[in-house]
C-alpha cells in the first residue's frame, strides 16, 4: 500500500469514526430528520421590546415591566394573524425555538405553515432584562420539582394519570444530555405570581398594540396572563390558544399521591382565572368578591372537584366573541383539572373547546408537551383548529 493509499484509507476510517460520535449524539437523529424538511425561508426576522417604562426612582433609572418578543415572518406568509406564543413558569421562549433533543420548535412547525410568529420572554424574564430593585425576590431552583412535574412524573406518581407519561425525549434524570439542554433552560420566575400576571397583562397589551391583531399560544403559568390580556385587548385578540393554561378555577391543587391525591390551596383566586381584574358582566361592586361553589362529586374518580361561580354566574363579558381552543393531555398533572378551567369559561360565556390529547389518540404525553417527543403531532390538533376560525375580515393588514 503505497503512500497516498494509506492516507487515503486513514481519512476514510477518521470520517467514519466522526460519523459514528455524531450519531451517538442525543440530537443527531432529530437533526437527520430535521433535514428531510426543505429549507425554512424567513422574509423578515428580528425583535422588540414592548411596555415598560424608566423607573427613575431606583438607583441608576432601569427600565422596567417590558417584555421581548423575537419575530419571524416566513417568505410565503399564508395566514393573517400572526401567532404569539408565550412560555410558562420558570421557562422562557426558547421552549418554542427547539426541543432539548435537537428536534425543531412550535415555532417552526407553524413558520413552516405560512404563520408569523412571535416568541415573548416574559416581563423579568430572559432577555426582557431583570432588576432585584424594581421586580422583587425570584423563586429557587428546585431540581427535584422538575423531574416531579415535567420530565418523570411516572417515578413520582403524585396524581392518578402520572404513570402514563412515556414521551419525554431521554433517560430524564441528571446526567443525562437531554435533561441537562433542558435543566440549563430553566430560569426564575418573580415569585410574586399576581405581579407577574399584572406586568404580563399590561407588556402583552402593549406589544398587541405594535404588531396588530393576533393569535394568543399560551403554556401553564402564561395562561393566567392570556386571559387579562385578551380582556384588555378584546379587539386584537383573535383566538387564544392555552396550552394546559394555569389553574383550576378558584383555587389552586396541592398534589400528594395516592390515596387521596388532591388538596385545595387555601388561597382563592380573586377573579376566578387568576389574581388580577377581569371585566365581568354584571360588573363586581367596590369591596365586592366573586362567590364560588365546589363541585359535590368529580367528574370521574381520577379528577379533582371543579370550583365554579355561585349562581346567577356572571359574564367575562371582553372575552365572550374570542375563539378559545384549551389542550390537556394524557400524563400531566394538568389532566385531572383542565376541565374546570373549560366548564368555568363555559359557564362565564366563553364558548371554548376543550381537547384531551389522548380522545385524538395523543398519548404519554406530559406538561412539557412542545419538547417531547411527539410535539409535531400536537402542533397539528392546533393547526387543525386554527383551519376552523373565520377567515379574517376585508381590508385587514397581516403583519407590520
Given at each position: ?40 425561508v424567513i422574509a423578515k426576522s428580528g425583535y422588540l421590546f414592548a411596555g415598560g417604562k424608566i423607573d ?173 390580556i385578551a380582556d384588555k385587548r378584546p379587539n386584537l385578540v383573535k383566538a387564544i390558544v392555552a396550552i ?22 387555601a388561597k382563592t383566586k380573586m377573579s376566578g382565572l387568576g389574581e388580577v381584574p377581569l371585566t365581568y ?120
Amino acid at each position: 500500500m503505497d503512500a497516498a493509499t494509506r492516507s487515503n484509507f486513514r481519512m476514510t476510517i477518521i470520517r467514519r469514526i466522526a460519523a459514528a460520535c455524531l450519531a451517538a449524539l442525543p440530537w443527531s437523529t432529530a437533526r437527520q430528520a430535521d433535514a428531510a424538511e426543505p429549507p425554512l425561508v424567513i422574509a423578515k426576522s428580528g425583535y422588540l421590546f414592548a411596555g415598560g417604562k424608566i423607573d427613575a426612582s431606583r438607583p441608576g433609572s432601569p427600565m422596567v415591566g417590558q417584555l421581548y418578543a423575537e419575530f419571524q415572518i416566513p417568505q410565503k406568509l399564508l395566514h393573517p394573524y400572526p401567532i404569539v406564543m408565550i412560555h410558562g413558569g420558570s421557562q422562557t421562549g426558547t421552549n418554542f425555538t427547539g426541543t432539548p433533543d435537537g428536534r425543531e420548535g412550535w415555532a417552526q412547525y407553524f413558520l413552516r405553515r405560512g404563520y408569523a410568529v412571535y416568541v415573548v420572554d416574559q416581563v423579568a424574564r430572559g432577555r426582557a432584562g431583570y432588576w432585584t430593585d424594581s421586580y422583587g425576590v425570584v423563586t429557587a431552583p428546585e431540581l427535584e420539582r422538575e423531574l416531579q412535574r415535567f420530565a418523570a412524573p411516572e417515578r413520582y406518581k403524585l396524581w392518578p394519570q402520572a404513570h402514563l407519561h412515556t414521551q419525554w425525549p431521554g433517560a430524564a434524570q441528571p446526567g443525562d444530555p437531554i435533561f441537562d439542554q433542558f435543566y440549563a433552560s430553566q430560569f426564575p420566575s418573580l415569585k410574586d405570581f399576581a405581579k407577574q400576571q399584572e406586568l404580563n397583562r399590561d407588556a402583552g397589551a402593549a406589544l398587541l398594540d405594535k404588531i396588530g391583531p393576533a393569535i394568543l399560544l399560551t403554556h401553564s403559568q402564561s395562561g393566567a396572563m392570556g386571559w387579562p390580556i385578551a380582556d384588555k385587548r378584546p379587539n386584537l385578540v383573535k383566538a387564544i390558544v392555552a396550552i394546559e393554561p394555569s389553574g383550576p378555577p378558584a383555587h389552586d391543587i396541592e398534589f400528594k399521591g395516592a390515596p387521596d391525591w388532591f388538596t385545595d390551596a387555601a388561597k382563592t383566586k380573586m377573579s376566578g382565572l387568576g389574581e388580577v381584574p377581569l371585566t365581568y358582566d354584571p360588573p363586581l361592586k367596590d369591596g365586592e368578591e366573586l362567590a364560588f361553589v365546589r363541585q359535590d362529586k368529580a367528574d370521574k374518580p381520577d379528577l379533582v372537584r371543579c370550583w365554579s361561580q355561585a349562581q346567577p354566574a356572571r359574564k367575562l363579558s371582553n372575552l365572550k366573541d374570542i375563539p378559545v381552543l384549551i389542550i390537556s393531555s394524557e400524563a400531566s398533572y394538568h389532566a385531572s383539572y383542565d376541565h374546570c378551567t373549560a366548564a368555568y369559561l363555559t359557564q362565564a360565556g366563553v364558548a371554548n373547546t376543550f381537547v384531551h390529547l389522548a380522545d385524538r389518540g395523543i398519548h404519554g404525553n406530559g406538561h412539557m408537551m412542545m419538547l417531547e417527543k411527539n410535539s409535531d403531532a400536537i402542533a397539528g390538533v392546533i393547526e387543525g383548529w386554527l383551519k376552523t376560525l373565520p377567515a379574517k375580515p376585508a381590508g385587514h393588514s397581516a403583519q407590520r
